[in-house]
């Protein structure tokens, strides 16, 4: 039998998948949006994590597993016209596939248990590309978690949940803590807490990365400000050997956290 398509991009069901764009009802709600085939696919990994799926019949049929995967867990599938599917994504061009799903965000003490090896805080980042691609890097670099402090970006905003790729269904994600709070956290956990900063007395090439790390990554701006330095053990700048003024912040983040990671493992 025929599924009905979902085409009226003013239905109850559209507008209240829509209003996710915006924090406060994601907040409120408990939900929020996977856009695209990389996410929705990671999402529905997670038992539980997905509530339900809007799928293009050209995207439901161009990725058979994704599909397979959701009706094997008894995740609801709607078919949606086009015009609903822009109505709905983030994009310029949807993929034509996007799940609503459950906020994944885990407590402090159980994301960065004793133990942890590596760890990166958020403080005042408020680009969700930066963000994201923080997220994704540090799945990549083989992180512990990755902790937004109550001053950054929220991880479930759409620009940041595609720019993780994702990543923000692989490892725990810590919101909301204060960062000194955060900084408190890891350091009982047996963590050393390095500050990425451009005004660093220490650069990464002298640095001690051999134990158990947890760096702070500013905002893109303006960095970190002097009261978040002061909770560090050690600020660390990223040597810049040719012209350029500085580096971007996620690619800054990724070359302290590779760099942990390498040493980490050669030790």
């Not at 960065?112 to 005042?124: D, I, M």
């Not at 956290?185 to 650069?203: F, I, S």
């Not at 002298?206 to 158990?212: I, K, R, V």
Request: proline fraction near 5%; include cysteine.
């Amino acid at each position: 039998m025929a599924r009905a398509e979902l085409t009226n991009t003013r239905s109850p069901r559209v507008k209240a998948a829509k209003r996710l764009a915006k924090r406060a009802f994601r907040e409120r709600d408990r939900i929020f949006l996977a856009e695209g085939p990389q996410a929705v696919r990671e999402a529905l990994k997670v038992p539980g994590a997905t509530v339900e799926l809007y799928a293009t019949a050209e995207a439901e049929n161009r990725h058979p597993d994704i599909a397979a995967a959701a009706s094997e867990q008894g995740v609801p599938i709607h078919l949606t016209s086009g015009e609903v599917m822009a109505e709905l994504a983030q994009t310029v061009t949807p993929q034509g596939l996007l799940a609503v799903c459950r906020l994944v965000h885990v407590p402090l003490a159980e994301a960065v248990p004793a133990g942890s090896r590596l760890v990166a805080l958020l403080a005042h980042v408020r680009d969700p590309g930066n963000a994201g691609t923080v997220l994704r890097t540090a799945d990549a670099a083989g992180a512990d978690a990755v902790v937004f402090t109550d001053a950054s970006v929220d991880p479930y905003n759409g620009k940041c949940v595609r720019a993780s790729a994702g990543s923000l269904f692989h490892l725990p994600v810590v919101t909301g803590v204060r960062v000194a709070q955060a900084v408190a956290h890891v350091r009982e956990a047996g963590m050393r807490v390095l500050a990425a900063d451009g005004a660093g007395r220490v650069t990464l090439d002298e640095a001690d990365l051999s134990g158990p790390t947890a760096w702070i990554f500013g905002n893109e701006a303006w960095g970190l400000p002097e009261e978040v330095l002061a909770l560090a053990d050690e600020v660390v700048r990223v040597p810049i050997y040719g012209k350029a003024e500085s580096l971007n912040l996620a690619t800054a983040a990724g070359v302290c956290l590779y760099a942990s990671a390498r040493v980490q493992r050669e030790k």
